[in-house]
């Protein structure tokens, strides 16, 4: 039976432009002044946070530069420092839990709490307590919005519902009616491909969708995920999903400077270094690479490779180096071009559980599972040595950074890379 709670039971607590005001936090001379977090430094490249004062003029996360300066004309752009922005991530979490239990960090920049007894009593008390030790600990520009609810859903929203420095308390009989002031695609989990299917189904607004009951919700969603955000929005404590990782997988944009062969092909070593020493820490091993290359004349390739299952570095570049003259000669079949990269992604899938190569037995001669042992043994030891003096202490062939001026771990939402990512 699934529990309704009567009173909040959660906190959400959402950083305001978390890299911009990181920053700003960093350099005083940024503050109170439009700014653009970008990937790489790069008149192609785009926005990845804005400052506050950058939002007032329209530039988003994904504005392009170009666009960003027109709509912003005294703009400034700084670098991304991923490495210092996971640092703090986990100085802020550390000061968080002094006052609050914190149930998960829901992306970099993001986590959401569950409150004991006396908590739920005095959600402001407790606010105030968290602004303070953040205030003094990581200081006053870092700043972040709190949102008060039944369950993680509702905090979540609630925590959007009033940045930057939003404080919002969400009781369970107070919610609903704050909820139908929104857009349906404000609301997590609705992004514009569900809000097609929801305008298909007849529902325009968020009224409308809790009227709905959980079966109707439950087909159109067509899975039982429907039902989940039925009970969710209903304010029932439904935890979210949690699901295991199926893949590593890294992906990078080039700077036009090194778009050519050369350099794209470097890049994917060294993306497929780094997820393989992501699938080691984690004890797994997968059984399958896949390469994808996109060209800037928009056309794609893609090509896979199987082998049993494995961790070490060798196996995976080997993989590469085979897709890679595969894509190459393909692109020679159909152009007369040089062909010019946009962007390169690796994945590592088909993954298992157990740390140790499976299926050797009967597949290899001695030979071959003596030849795998030594490349195992070798990527153990070279992980030591990197975790040690930093990625550019060893590799196997050349380690040219790509240009951009970064070529650290890159964040993803949802993903906090550990410290040894970068
Ligand atoms: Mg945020």
Redesign the pocket.
């Known amino acids: 039976m699934l529990h309704k709670p009567t009173e909040i039971e959660r906190l959400y607590i959402?950083?305001?432009?978390?890299f911009a005001s990181v920053e700003q936090q960093l350099q005083p001379t940024l503050r109170g002044r439009p700014i653009g977090v970008l990937p790489f430094m790069s008149d192609y490249s785009c926005v990845i946070a804005p400052s506050r004062e950058a939002k007032q003029y329209g530039v988003k996360t994904g504005t392009r530069v170009k666009e960003a300066r027109e709509l912003c004309p005294d703009i400034q752009f700084v670098p991304a420092q991923h490495d210092i922005y996971v640092k703090l991530h986990h100085r802020i979490y550390a000061s968080i839990e002094r006052c609050v239990h914190i149930d998960q960090a829901c992306?970099i920049?993001?986590v959401v709490c569950s409150l004991m007894a006396n908590e739920r009593q005095k959600p402001f008390a407790l606010a105030r307590e968290i602004k303070q030790i953040l205030a003094k600990e990581i200081g006053r520009y870092v700043t972040?919005?709190l949102g008060f609810a039944p369950n993680q859903l509702l905090a979540k929203i609630a925590s959007e519902v009033n940045?930057p420095e939003g404080l919002v308390v969400w009781q369970p009989d107070y919610y609903p009616e704050q909820l139908f002031k929104l857009e349906l695609c404000d609301i997590p989990g609705i992004g514009s491909s569900m809000e097609y299917r929801l305008y298909k189904a007849g529902i325009f607004s968020v009224e409308k969708l809790w009227h709905m009951n959980a079966e109707t919700l439950r087909k159109i969603w067509g899975s039982v995920e429907g039902e989940r955000f039925w009970y969710s929005l209903h304010g029932y404590a439904v935890e979210p999903l949690i699901t295991s990782r199926c893949m590593y997988s890294h992906s990078r944009i080039l700077s036009p400077e090194s778009r050519d062969i050369y350099h794209a092909r470097n890049c994917a070593r060294l993306l497929t270094v780094k997820a393989a020493r992501r699938l080691r820490r984690a004890k797994r091993t997968a059984a399958a690479f896949g390469l994808s290359i996109r060209f800037q004349s928009r056309e794609k390739w893609k090509g896979k490779a199987r082998f049993t299952h494995v961790s070490d570095d060798h196996t995976f570049l080997t993989a590469l180096t085979n897709l890679w003259q595969r894509a190459v000669i393909e692109w020679y079949r159909d152009n007369e071009k040089k062909p010019r990269i946009k962007q390169v992604s690796v994945t590592l899938f088909h993954l298992n559980n157990p740390p140790l190569p499976q299926g050797n037995l009967f597949r290899d001669l001695l030979e071959e599972a003596s030849e795998q042992k030594k490349w195992n043994q070798l990527a153990k030891t070279m992980d030591t040595i990197v975790y040690k003096y930093g990625s550019k202490a060893i590799s196997l062939g050349v380690w040219e950074e790509p240009s951009g001026g970064y070529a650290g771990a890159k964040i993803a939402f949802g993903r906090i890379p550990n410290m040894a990512d970068f």
């Open positions: 959402d950083f305001d432009c978390f992306s920049d993001e972040c919005s940045k």
